[in-house]
């Protein structure tokens, strides 16, 4: 199949897309691809307990009790919107779901 260089095309209001195709029109409609949505896992870099470095082990996180604040340093490794990106986190066991 080639593919040709088309020199005018338009949106509708819609959200359509609008191609002259010699003496007919072709339309295309973005909106009504399915798009599977795709949870990234976050990436846990750090973490730190009442401001010392802590280390990760496999399996989590083990803090002695009387520890006064977890700071916790994460990311995500979906770069393809960075600024669409939003994170939610709860502490199993401290946290009501």
């Known amino acids: 199949m080639a593919i040709r260089h088309v020199q005018a095309a338009c949106k509708s209001a819609d ?3 609008w191609f002259p195709d010699g ?8 909106a ?13 870099e750090g973490a730190s307990v009442n401001g010392v470095p802590a280390t ?3 399996g989590g996180l083990r ?3 009387g520890a006064r604040r977890i ?11 960075p600024e ?3 994170f939610r986190f709860r502490l199993d066991g ?4």
């Open 71 to 81: 700071d916790f340093q994460y990311t995500s490794p979906n770069m393809l919107a």
């Open 94 to 97: 401290l946290d009501k779901q």
């Open 32 to 44: 009504t691809i399915p798009r599977a949505r795709r949870v990234w896992p976050p990436l846990i």
């Open 23 to 30: 003496p007919a029109l072709a339309t295309f409609a973005p």
């Open 56 to 58: 990760l082990a496999p």
């Open 15 to 17: 959200g359509r897309l």
């Open 84 to 86: 669409q990106l939003r």
């Open 63 to 65: 803090v002695r009790s």
